[in-house]
């Protein structure tokens, strides 16, 4: 899988840009707030449809576009799967009416889709500083990592969680009915049965695709730490799905040290567990006027041998276990797909050190594509900047150059300094 020409309009500070993105490695050189990260940005929002950043599409769409008479945001990207041309066009649309926000559309290959059939055509992992709040951050952005990779390599999971999301709307709505205007607990009955039907599946995919990810991950982060520490993750459910009858103990599975407990993966057995925890917890969700157990609730968490990384990883055991982690997800959606997925980089290499960011330089040469942002090319090493393709970004602009060489000292390496001659801009 190949991106091979990019094509932004009005996207986020620029205004019009094409791309040829035939080389195998991309980077982008500039300062900061110039358009690096917007660019990754537009390839991320090809492959799911949302941005990893805004909260709502209108954020997307260049402020002078406003002043058109038909506001609007595009991206438009051809891509090479094989032997097929796969051309992917996303439009934001102003609404009509004087309606507040964007309408999104979707054309594959010409014809409109669905975001869903968007899911798949061009996997992403995306690799930024501030992953590392997978480890120290809350549990929902946990939770919002595992959906985005697991979307993308499996839609059946995407559609079975958008059905519990509806399905615990709805139950939800029903508690809160209940609570403030009375009625029969009994109504819950249908609901208790899809929220547990669907759920159980969220959970036994989720912990399938975390002891796959920890297989990937335990050689990389072994090398990375020099054979001193040994990753493991471990999915949290908010329930033991062990237990058929609640017994209040359920503390111990949020406890600093990495729990024994293995997740059973049939889907069935969870069920019987969720269901039963369901039903314990009606009152109490009443009460409340919300559902209080449920993949919506779990979490996991990474431990260096025995030790929680969230609670007492150092800044440094938490960045290698990110990049492990992103590693991982890169093997694990080329197995599952047979493709491998566009690796992005914004800005990851100046927060490593030395050893690490050799390392990662190194695994980029095993990746079909990779597009790499960053202020400084001394962060990068002569062998990936001799084969990529280098562009000054400056004010939603690119630039691409004639590099010459000569050596500094950085690190007490010696690595190439480069100085730029412009060539082109705009389209490149």
């Known amino acids: 899988m190949h991106l091979k020409q990019l094509s932004l309009t009005n996207f986020r500070n620029y205004t019009r840009l094409s791309l040829d993105m035939s080389q195998r490695i991309t980077i982008l050189q500039g300062a900061n707030a110039e358009g690096k990260t917007n660019f990754l940005e537009a390839l991320y929002y090809l492959a799911v449809g949302k941005s990893p950043y805004a909260t709502s599409d209108a954020q997307l769409v260049h402020w002078l576009a406003e002043q058109d008479d038909l506001p609007h945001a595009r991206i438009v990207a051809n891509l090479a799967r094989g032997d097929v041309e796969i051309r992917i066009e996303i439009t934001l649309t102003q609404k009509a009416n004087g309606q507040p926000g964007y309408r999104k559309h979707i054309r594959i290959n010409g014809i409109p889709k669905r975001i869903m059939d968007l899911l798949g055509l061009a996997n992403i992992v995306l690799f930024v500083p501030r992953d590392v709040a997978v480890i120290d951050g809350s549990p929902s952005g946990r939770r919002r990592y595992l959906n985005s990779t697991l979307c993308q390599i499996d839609t059946q999971y995407c559609r079975t969680l958008m059905k519990y999301n509806r399905v615990l709307e709805r139950r939800n709505h029903l508690l809160r009915t209940l609570r403030d205007r009375g009625g029969r607990p009994d109504q819950l009955d249908f609901w208790d049965q899809e929220l547990t039907q669907t759920g159980s599946h969220v959970i036994a995919r989720r912990q399938k695709v975390m002891v796959d990810l920890e297989t990937l991950a335990q050689p990389v982060h072994l090398a990375l730490s020099g054979g001193r520490e040994r990753l493991r993750l471990r999915y949290v459910p908010s329930f033991d799905p062990h237990k058929l009858e609640p017994n209040g103990n359920q503390m111990s599975l949020r406890s600093n040290l990495a729990p024994p407990i293995s997740i059973p993966q049939d889907p069935d057995i969870i069920r019987q567990a969720f269901l039963s925890f369901v039903h314990a917890s009606q009152q109490t969700d009443i009460q409340r006027g919300m559902t209080l157990i449920g993949p919506h609730r779990d979490d996991f968490r990474f431990f260096d041998g025995q030790v929680n990384l969230h609670t007492y990883g150092s800044r440094g055991q938490q960045r290698t276990a990110v990049l492990a982690l992103k590693l991982a997800e890169v093997a694990l959606m080329t197995q599952t797909t047979g493709e491998q997925p566009i690796l992005l980089l914004d800005e990851v290499m100046s927060e490593l050190d030395i050893d690490r960011r050799r390392y990662l330089c190194s695994q980029l040469f095993q990746v079909e594509q990779v597009v790499i942002t960053t202020t400084d090319l001394n962060a990068l090493t002569p062998d990936v900047l001799q084969q990529a393709a280098l562009y000054r970004v400056s004010q939603g602009r690119l630039t ?29």
């Open 400 to 428: 691409q150059g004639n590099l010459e060489r000569k050596a500094v000292e950085s690190d007490g390496v010696r690595l190439p300094y480069l100085n730029r001659s412009p060539r082109s801009e705009e389209t490149i």
